[in-house]
């Protein structure tokens, strides 16, 4: 498998108990199923009933559907992205976030 050094430092902090990000772990059993195309991680702007307090900070692996869900949150300033990436078979390709959501309007 190859893994990206951002991975590495996440799978570092999440074994020694860190827990800097909710939600996903980086090599949670959801990233390699086949459905899985997006991974995304955000800070939380506003209070929100399924993601919690204000502040927080989560990632996510996605299918196409549950990521259109969050950019339409993002849209409404409830949340912003910090990274994304393209999951292709378990594989992380990240992509800066202007180009990635223009990527995905045309896909609509």
């Excluded at 990000?21 to 955000?42: A, N, T, W, Y």
Aim: charged letters at 25%; hydrophobic letters at 45%.
């Amino acid at each position: 498998m190859c893994i990206s050094i951002h991975e590495l430092l996440a799978v570092a902090r999440e074994s020694e108990g860190v827990m800097a990000v909710q939600g996903d772990s980086m090599l949670c059993e959801k990233r390699f199923l086949p459905d899985i195309r997006h991974m995304v991680e955000f800070l939380l702007l506003e209070e929100n009933e399924w993601f919690g307090e204000k502040g927080a900070y989560h990632r996510y692996f996605l299918t196409k559907e549950a990521y259109l869900e969050l950019i339409d949150l993002q849209n409404q300033g409830v949340l912003r992205f910090q990274k994304q990436a393209l999951v292709l078979e378990g594989h992380l390709h990240y992509l800066p976030a202007m180009h990635f959501s223009e990527i995905i309007g045309r896909e609509k």
